[in-house]
């Protein structure tokens, strides 16, 4: 009976904490504490997502050969930025969005946080603001007449930043971040965090915070339903550019008094009958 009792034991053992290897983490887990703590011992090439030596997402792994449910850290390189889980029979992968080791939010596409290329030897980081021309240019699409998102206008923006991202190319992971940003705008959770993360890094690199990331900052705010905190965005675009037709259209939107909404609706109609956001209030 001993021997039985030994041999189940062992069996549940060895099924338990050596074969199954699923490690749940949770928002705000730090993955850096936990991977020192607890290294993992194989790695297993994945998936390329740009076209350079520091563009392939790898994997991190307790086991050699790994099942669904087995838990696999996110790698580039040395630099862990997630970790890919499965929780009750659903993959989660969750990221850490500013390189601090948190994990910051769960969202079941697979990317690289263009942070990974900030640290990466492949990227040349410069104080030149080769960045600022695509800039200016992206916020002079938005304050056009034409619609960007009509006749390819916005697709041959972002493209710009996509033909930017090459190793010869000095903050290459800025161009990145942009078109990182883009591609996933339509997650406004993941966009606001990305384009805070980019924010953060222009202005350590610069000096500076670039109006259109602020416009995206505050669109993304709106679309989660924050508009307190956007108005005061708002503000700072419109005290340096007073005619920024669409921080003047969200302004109207933010504005709670009917009296001074219908005299900014009036003022965009009047000043700014042909532009395209303004053709649609």
Do not use: C
Request: no cysteine; glycine share 6%.
């Amino acid at each position: 009976m001993k021997r039985l009792f030994f041999a189940i034991f062992g069996f549940i053992f060895i099924n338990t904490f050596i074969f199954s290897q699923q490690i749940l983490f949770k928002i705000n887990d730090n993955i850096l504490d936990y991977i020192d703590k607890n290294p993992p011992a194989y790695l297993t090439q994945g998936t390329a997502v740009l076209d350079s030596p520091d563009g392939r997402i790898d994997f991190y792994k307790y086991k050699a050969e790994t099942a669904d449910t087995d838990t696999k850290f996110l790698v580039q390189g040395s630099t862990v930025f997630g970790v890919m889980q499965s929780e009750n029979g659903t993959t989660n992968i969750l990221y850490d969005i500013t390189g601090d080791g948190i994990l910051d939010i769960g969202f079941n596409l697979l990317f690289m946080p263009f942070w990974v290329l900030s640290g990466s030897d492949y990227t040349k980081i410069s104080s030149a603001n080769n960045l600022l021309p695509y800039l200016d240019n992206g916020l002079e699409m938005f304050n056009s007449d034409d619609n960007p998102y009509q006749n390819g206008i916005i697709q041959n923006y972002v493209m710009n930043y996509s033909n930017n991202t090459g190793l010869a190319v000095e903050n290459r992971d800025l161009f990145y971040g942009m078109l990182e940003y883009y591609s996933l705008s339509k997650y406004p959770n993941l966009a606001l965090m990305l384009i805070t993360e980019l924010g953060i890094r222009y202005n350590s690199r610069f000096g500076s915070v670039h109006p259109l990331f602020l416009l995206h900052t505050a669109e993304s705010m709106i679309n989660l339903g924050y508009g307190d905190y956007a108005r005061p965005v708002i503000e700072s675009i419109l005290s340096a550019n007073p005619d920024f037709v669409p921080a003047l259209v969200y302004s109207w939107q933010l504005e709670t008094d009917p009296a001074v909404k219908k005299i900014k609706y009036d003022d965009l109609k009047k000043n700014h009958p042909n532009h395209w956001i303004v053709r649609q209030i």
